[in-house]
């Protein structure tokens, strides 16, 4: 009631406001009414006609302003009670004669029977279509849209469209007892847009056709001819669409009708000479029959079949409408094919038929309906009855379908351990493999054995366990404890399945119900090498916790930490040499580890194997040969070997260690040669230091000054060759180049202490002559001489 109530509120000031704003309208009112009426009485007179309707309202007020609805006597009869009325008094006010509107009437019949928006030109267009010649020339056409311009509006695009879409309802049709003057008969727009389609010069697009076709269909295009008794309309029809375009059935197959199919257009395609055989690009380009087949329409199917469509034409992958409609569980569809010749054991190239298919899916009522109909026999290259009932049996376990296996079992000639050439699996392994315990169960208590193997060899255990059934692993253990030491075909127990999967909790289940821990397959794999190989980490280190042997050897003398180094797992490397694996020894043909990790280029791997120890040897370099991220990480590991050795001041075995590195710096490209020229620098100026040490200042001066000669301004060799010329005593010379290196480095106190502690030192004359102190370093008094461990002896890094 309040919804009412607020919308006559807005009714009535709509029309409060239009008279207002109009004289016209006010002037009629007043002169006609008289002055005992009032402007309010006719407001809620409108308001109680109109029933909410703005566009009642609107369009009486357009008729009183144009003076053409005239009030008599304060009555208001004379006010249409209906929408239907005032377009009728409209169209009676502009067209008097039937003839006047003959000649607007078919511009209203295309508009209305457009699938799409037209531009006034392309009306013309189609009004033109109707006739071979044409009869009204666009001046004269323009004249006659222009008097219907305000019914017949257009948009900001130009296109056209009926001012409200209540006149285009009602010139299509009228109510029970309205007038039916003025309707428009749209089949002549339908027959102006199928002729405009016929004269197209280029070729058709599909969809084109199909709008041409349903044109024609709309118009009833050639009904009432008179035809002899060997022919018929539709037969008219047909012959106009295969004269208009040479490839109808591409309309036929098209997307648009595919999946929106219309019943007559595509009968009427088919009659024109549509082939029901068509390939379609859908569904790896199968047939129509076979597309329509998988979306379960029923009508086409049957059209098609009507038409002698193939049923066992099939697409790319063998896979035909018995194969789809059986997977999508279209039982209808089904029938209907099968009474039309569908062949029950035709495969795809996979080997999968129809039964299989709907097996898979859990259609039982297709199970059902299949194996109750007559199969042929079958040739050499076909399926049998039983072969393809113990197939879908296969499908249906390793999906999960329980009722589909029931069924299945309650027939006489299914073999419940037979093997699937399909996926090389029986039931029972197929129901284990993915995990459904209530199915393994279920076979298990028709008889199932629990230790045939599938086609690999490979028992439901094995394919249990290495799929991570926990659940149907326990169920097969508890029914034979001693299944846990069968062996596959490659002599892998259950418990390598499940290291191969990484499933930690199913290879404690099997270590604790007696799965051996170390034994070896043929390839002399142990489950610590099958984990290794395929990167389980969790499953690595449970077998190295349960005490699996870590330098075990498979047939190619390779321990687990050389297969590690092929994954490159950094991870289970370090877990193997947590264990103890030992990192020295060689493989069948003496390579170690790390010589391994160098020729396959893993860096990580060896930056590993170094800081666990491993020892360098000719074969290490030899590995190593161009490969310069590889020899930067070696030299690096030298070169902090020799950092150690110094800090322990075993100065003979550190000089031994830069000398060996210095002579494993590559000569190589520009990309690394200033890496490795700097690398090579505090290789220099480590030794410079030992051989000080050592007492071989000569030698120390000497690999100072190879480090200046490329770089003059290096302030660690200035002070590197600054501290062998004072312990050779050339005081003057040290201080000298301890100057040069604090004119670098203007902030650097330890050698600005240096040079305080030389200066005392030397002789005032000498002082002047020889260097030149900052002004800063005056006051500085007996300060002590920089230490060795300012030196520099870190690495360089790669």
């Known amino acids: 009631m309040d919804m009412d109530e607020r919308l006559n509120k807005d009714m009535k000031t709509f029309i409060d406001n239009r008279i207002e704003k109009s004289k016209l309208i006010r002037g009629n009112i007043r002169s006609k009414v008289g002055e005992q009426e009032t402007l309010e009485t006719f407001t809620q007179f409108l308001v109680c006609r109109a029933k909410g309707c703005f566009l009642y309202s609107k369009l009486v007020l357009d008729l009183i302003e144009r003076g053409q609805l005239v009030l008599k006597s304060g009555s208001y009869k004379v006010i249409p009670r209906t929408l239907s009325e005032i377009f009728l008094l409209i169209f009676n006010l502009r067209f008097s004669t039937s003839l006047s509107y003959e000649k607007v009437s078919e511009i209203f019949a295309i508009c209305l029977s457009s699938l799409q928006s037209l531009s006034l030109a392309e009306v013309f267009k189609l009004y033109s279509s109707l006739s071979l010649y044409t009869q009204v020339d666009w001046a004269e056409f323009k004249k006659r849209y222009i008097s219907i311009q305000d019914l017949l509006v257009s948009r900001s695009d130009g296109s056209l469209m009926f001012f409200h879409p209540t006149l285009r309802d009602w010139l299509v049709k009228r109510r029970d007892g309205e007038s039916e003057r003025f309707l428009v008969d749209v089949r002549t727009g339908h027959a102006a847009i199928a002729f405009s389609i016929t004269r197209y010069k280029t070729v058709m697009r599909p969809e084109k056709i199909l709008t041409m076709v349903h044109h024609v269909l709309k118009a009833n295009l050639n009904k009432n001819t008179e035809l002899n008794n060997s022919l018929y309309y539709k037969d008219l029809q047909a012959v106009l669409i295969s004269l208009t375009t040479d490839d109808v ?32 690009e859908e569904l790896d380009q199968s047939p129509l029959l076979a597309v329509y087949s998988y979306l379960g329409i029923l009508d086409m199917v ?6 002698s469509a193939d049923t066992n034409q099939t697409n790319n992958r063998g896979q035909g409408s018995l194969f789809f409609a059986a997977q999508q569980g279209h039982c209808d569809v089904l029938e209907w094919l099968i009474d039309y010749g569908a062949q029950l054991n035709l495969v795809s190239k996979s080997g999968v038929c129809s039964l299989v298919a709907a097996a898979r899916e859990g259609h039982l009522k297709i199970v059902e309906l299949l194996l109750e109909k007559d199969w042929l026999e079958a040739p050499d290259h076909l399926l049998s009855k039983s072969e393809a009932a113990n197939q879908a049996m296969v499908a249906a376990a390793q999906f999960g379908h329980k009722h589909v296996c029931e069924y299945l079992l309650d027939l006489g000639y299914i073999q419940v351990d037979q093997i699937d050439n399909l996926t090389g699996l029986t039931c029972l392994a197929a129901a284990a493999a993915a995990g459904h315990k209530q199915l393994v169960h279920l076979f298990i208590k028709h008889g199932a054995r629990l230790r045939t193997a599938s086609i690999e060899g490979e028992t439901a255990l094995h394919l249990a366990a290495r799929n991570g059934c926990w659940d149907v692993v326990d169920l097969l253990v508890r029914h034979d404890v001693e299944l846990v030491q069968v062996q596959d075909i490659q002599g892998r127990t259950s418990v390598a399945a499940a290291a191969i999967g990484g499933h930690l909790g199913v290879v404690e289940l099997l270590l604790e119900r007696g799965g051996l821990l170390d034994h070896q397959d043929s390839q002399g794999y142990s489950p610590l090498h099958h984990a290794v190989l395929h990167c389980q980490v969790q499953v690595v280190r449970l077998l190295l916790d349960q005490g699996a042997g870590v330098d075990i050897k498979d047939n190619q003398g390779r321990s687990c930490l050389s297969l590690s180094v092929d994954t490159g797992d950094i991870q289970i490397i370090e877990i193997l040499l947590d264990f103890g694996a030992n990192m020295e020894v060689g493989d069948g043909l003496g390579v170690r580890p790390l010589e391994k990790a160098i020729s396959q280029d893993k860096p990580d791997a060896v930056s590993c194997f170094l800081r666990r120890g491993a020892k360098l040897g000719s074969g290490t370099w030899i590995s190593a040969e161009g490969k310069p991220e590889i020899q930067m990480i070696l030299i690096n590991k030298i070169l902090e070997d020799g950092n150690t050795l110094f800090r322990k001041n075993k100065l003979l075995e550190a000089s031994h260690r830069y000398k060996y590195a210095l002579r494993r ?18 290789l220099l100026l480590n030794l410079s230091r030992v051989e000080r040490r050592l007492g071989n200042l000569k030698e120390a001066e000497q690999l100072a000054q190879q480090v200046l000669e490329y770089d003059e301004e290096s302030v660690e060799a200035l002070v590197a060759k600054a501290k062998a010329c004072r312990a050779g005593g ?52 007996s300060i002590p001489y920089i230490d060795d461990s300012s030196t520099n002896c870190s690495s360089i890094g790669s």
């Open 730 to 781: 050339r005081k003057e010379e040290a201080l000298s180049l301890l100057s040069t290196a604090l004119n670098l480095v203007p902030t650097n106190r330890e050698i600005s202490r240096a040079i305080a502690k030389l200066r005392d030192e030397v002789e005032p004359e000498a002082l002047v002559q020889l260097v030149q102190l900052p002004p800063h370093l005056g006051s500085i008094q």
């Open 249 to 280: 059935s591409s309309a036929l197959g098209s997307s648009r009708n595919i999946y929106s199919p219309n019943l007559k257009v595509s009968k009427l395609l088919l009659l024109a000479g549509a082939s029901p055989d068509h390939i379609t």
């Open 665 to 682: 710096i590559p000569r190589l490209d520009v990309e690394w040669a200033d890496t490795f020229l700097k690398l090579e620098s505090h």
């Open 302 to 307: 049957k059209l098609l079949l009507e038409y």
